[in-house]
Nanobody, 126 residues
Framework: QLRLVESGGGLVQPGGSLRLSCAAS????????IGWFRQAPGKEREEVSC????????DYADFVKGRFTISKDNAKNTVYLQMNDVKPEDTAVYYC???????????????????WGQGTQVTVSS
């Protein structure tokens, strides 16, 4: 069974950068659409970015376009979220999720994905 483990979170200054990793085990991510989602206290979980199983398609929420980049390393079976020019409102627990269904189906729908990691805390503060 697929297992996802996020890492790379921490404290970062506004305008700084951070790279989150989502390491998979039990199956290859080539079979899954992968999404990054986040949840801040008192708010609903929301989409950040997604990548298709082949890596041919990516999608970004409007509030991260031009700042965040999703990518994957097939050899390491890992998906990354490069976060640049971070803002205080980016503070949240970030989760990666995987599903056999297509990016178009799962990306914009937090909670629909079949597999989830435990999350990693990102705090943007001066």
């Amino acid at each position: 069974q697929l297992r996802l483990v996020e890492s790379g979170g921490g404290l970062v200054q506004p305008g700084g950068s951070l790279r989150l990793s989502c390491a998979a085990s039990g199956a290859t991510l080539d079979y899954y659409s992968i999404g990054w989602f986040r949840q801040a206290p008192g708010k609903e979980r929301e989409e950040v970015s997604c990548i298709s199983n082949t890596g041919a398609r990516t999608d970004y929420a409007d509030f991260v376009k031009g700042r965040f980049t999703i990518s994957k390393d097939n050899a390491k079976n890992t998906v990354y979220l490069q976060m640049n020019d971070v803002k205080p409102e980016d503070t949240a627990v970030y989760y990666c999720a995987a599903d056999h269904r297509s990016l178009a189906i799962v990306c914009g729908r937090p909670g629909i994905s079949a597999y989830w990691g435990q999350g990693t805390q990102v705090t943007v503060s001066s």
